[in-house]
């Protein structure tokens, strides 16, 4: 394996060898994570370290910017040719890190692999194929008309199609995916980004260097090697900002806030996150969640605020739907509706004034404060004589329960892969059915197939007004219905020395585009 | 001397079948291995594919026959994170935490000695007392409240501001209450040397070394009151016994008695405590490598345990187990060359 890579490495730097090294690119930024990258095959696992990963050493067609449009990347234009056809036309001169030009050969060798992910596989599903025109002009066909085509094209990272192709020594596909086990795409990594993969010891560190090579010349990055560390201890990885053995450290865990805000020499940046966390209530487990009276009540002695100001100390935003600002579903008339007297009231005329008994789940490592979270949304149940039996367990236990759906209540985090509200209903609140995937979590068993069907129709409307306006319905009904009980979505935050900008390369989405990182 | 090693080596196999078929009994409980490897968006019938891929869907019976086949062969099966045998993985990892083990060691040594015999000596003078106090102290701190007090005086740096600053004695001491910090806080620096195999060592280089100095602190202020106290105990008890009496009444001198008559006996105990000790401690150094975010075995393991990833669990499971049972057996050896009246089993009186 070793071998592999450094002959990789070696080759690389061969092919590079006649061009001279970009002037500016001189520093170097040693970062911490909380993890590093499970993979080198970006295909392999859909995950927030293997995007970060996939923005480091590869490029997307498309990619978000800070206000949630669209920016060229490796597509340097796009149209409609109709309903169900987008065209591409692709960069020219863009190099792989093995020399290899990119063409569309290598977007079409993407694209199949994508189709083959398990994990990328259902975002790609609406799409029928790609049709190569020539070396740089390419469709995508949709087999409906699809509003969401270019935020699925933030997904398209071209792959060294050569690279990637034959066999290795050991007569193994070089393309294929592996999800557990040794691929050789696994270990091994050619793309278009402004870094290439210098060594790497899972687990441990990892080493970037610029790509001489990079095809955009006019990224102000000027970092020519990054030196990745998983620190996954909250104490440690601000400990090793705050003692200058680090330079740019996520996530910043909430309690330490204040202590980098007091730091002279560091700087914090925090935004308002899209994950939304939610409590869902099972209606086969219990009766009185049929009642959307009863689902009212607890809407109503949820307290958003508290929650969000007590325990996640300021570092979430309330919430009283899904989407968060800026997505097209997000209703800005929907706030949240703390009140207790109310919520006494509807139980009353539910008929549960005595209340009843239920049990709660949630992890208590995958969010921040999830546990808490879960403790004070039981206390504040007992005020509408709701009690509650809690159940906290670690995320590796915690999901096969939450897949089994064995608690009444149960807590989830979702983050839309697609940056768009309609992925928060299809996997949260459509009625649950076996084998499409809708409604997968979907711990509530709640099921309206009017507000399904208004999805359903939103997700093949290409005019943005008539398709915003319908997710804000869905929202709308959502809410009256109290089908589930949003919390917050959790803010996001970074910090860094101060002579490391990391502000202009930050975003909701949590992929700081490192090629582009100033380091005075 | 071979019936005794026979007698351990028959020992260990047990040892390592009851860990094993323990591990393979609580993997249910310890979670789903897919949740890791699989995105959240995932289908249910993509994951029962890879379910029965990794053959997770047999039953417990059939999944630790086919486990225990192949561990006889001497492979314990791939880690599901890292794609690669288990022992593989141990064994890149089993180097840092060797060397975090062998630092608190050597401080261990080099302190325990010295003060638990000098406050058996001098069991009334003030800085034994005050070794003693501070002993009491340190036992009772965990590890990694330690460890955050470290890194924050000796890493990042403290600021202390509580004397007037107009003053030139409050100046002073503010100025030597503070600290710059600048010590490395995780991790094993870049500067490693290659010995041989996977073993990377950080204790020829300045930078290596740098990072070893908290880590290895930290580890050993759990262990070093007890041997203090050990060393301390155990000398005192010597210094009563008949032939300490009867050399002093000869005359011999008193650093004669001290360091070679009491402190051999003294040590006895200590050699069996100090080997078992560093079994424990390279079991349990997982809350100071998680602290430091020390690459060795303790941290991997807890990971492997957020992960659910079974197999390299249970391979760490039996790797501990085995380095118990060889420490043990080391522990005997040295025992028998220390007091030649202990018998290893099988040798005839």
Redesign the interface.
Known sequence: MKKLLAAFIGSLALASAPVALSAEATKELKM?YDADP??LDIHE???GGILQLSHMSFDPLVRWTKDLDFEPRLAESWERVDENTMRFKLREGVKFHSGNELTTKDVKFTYDRLKES??FK??FKPFSGINIIDDYTFELVTSEPFPLLLNTATYIFPLDSEFYSGETEDGKMKGAI?????SFA?GNLSGTGPYKVTSR?????MEFERFANYWDEESPGNVKKIVL?????N??RV??L????VDFIAPVPPTDLDRIKRDKNSELVTMSGTRIILFHMNQDRVEAFKNPKVRQAVAYAINQEGIAAKIMKGFATPAAQLSPAGYQGYNESLKPRYDVKKAQQLMKEAGYEDGFTITMMAPN?RYVNDDKIAQAAAAMLARINIKVDLKTL???????EF?NRSGDMMLIG?HA?TEDSANFYE?LTFCTE??S?AG??NAGNYCNPEIDALVAKANVETDIAKRTAMLQEVEQRLYDDAAFIPLHWQDLAWASKKNVKIEPILNVMNFPYLGDLVVE | MLAFLVQRISQAVLVMFVISVIAFAIQDGLGDPLQEMVGMSVSMEEREALREELGLNDSMVVQYLRFAGKAIQGDLGNSYFYGKPTLTVIAEHLPATLELVIGASLIIMLLSVPIGVYAAIRPQAWLAKFFMGVSTVGISIPVFLTAIVLIQIYSIGITVEWFPVDSGWGQWLNGALSTDGGMPSYGRGDDLKHLFGTWNSGFFSELGLMHLVLPCVSLASIMLPLFIRLIRAEMMEVLQSDYIRYARAKGLSSARINFLHALKNTMLPVITVGGVQVGVMVAYTILTETVFQWPGVGLMFLEAITRSDIPLIVAYLMVVGLIFVITNTLVDLVYGLVNPTVKLTGKKA
Not at chain 1, 201 to 205: A, T
Not at chain 1, 394 to 400: L, M, N, T
């Open positions: 911490a499970v993979t696992q859909l995950s398990q994990d259902a975002i592996l999800k557990h086990g040794n696994s010891q899972q687990g441990v560190r560390t998983p620190i996954k201890e104490n440690t400990s090793a705050l003692s200058g053995g490592n670690p995320k590796a236990q915690y999901w096969p897949d979702w892969d996997f076996a084998g995937g997968q979590y």
